[in-house]
Nanobody
Framework: QVRLVESGGGLVQAGGSLRLSCAVS????????MGWFRQAPGKEREFVAA????????YYADSVKGRFTIERENAKNTVYLQATSLKPEDTAVYSC????????????????????WGQGTQVTVSS
């Protein structure tokens, strides 16, 4: 069983930054493509960013491109989401997800494709 635990959320003013972490335990982390998703109240869950298990391939939603960075440290079984220039519309519960993949360059952007999910961490951006 794979367990994902997010941390690093909080309250920040518009224009500020946060670094979210997702610690993964239970299986070989380096075989998993990872992703970040978010869900705001009353809205559907949306894709934010994804990274291959090698870390060499990343993909971002247009709404966060240029502001957010996804990266991973396989030695620490952790994936990060560095969020900068935050806007009130970034307010949501952010969750990480893991997908066992065969190719080290594969990224996964569809939520339904992921095998494991964390509980999420709240990010609130005040105006």
């Amino acid at each position: 069983q794979v367990r994902l635990v997010e941390s690093g959320g909080g309250l920040v003013q518009a224009g500020g930054s946060l670094r979210l972490s997702c610690a993964v335990s239970g299986r070989t982390f380096s075989s998993y493509a990872m992703g970040w998703f978010r869900q705001a109240p009353g809205k559907e869950r949306e894709f934010v960013a994804a990274i291959s298990w090698s870390g060499g391939t990343t993909y971002y939603a247009d709404s966060v491109k240029g502001r957010f960075t996804i990266e991973r440290e396989n030695a620490k079984n952790t994936v990060y989401l560095q969020a900068t220039s935050l806007k009130p519309e970034d307010t949501a519960v952010y969750s990480c997800a893991a997908k066992l993949v065969a190719m080290n360059t594969q990224v996964v952007v569809r939520a339904v494709s992921y095998d494991y999910w964390g509980q999420g961490t709240q990010v609130t951006v005040s105006s």
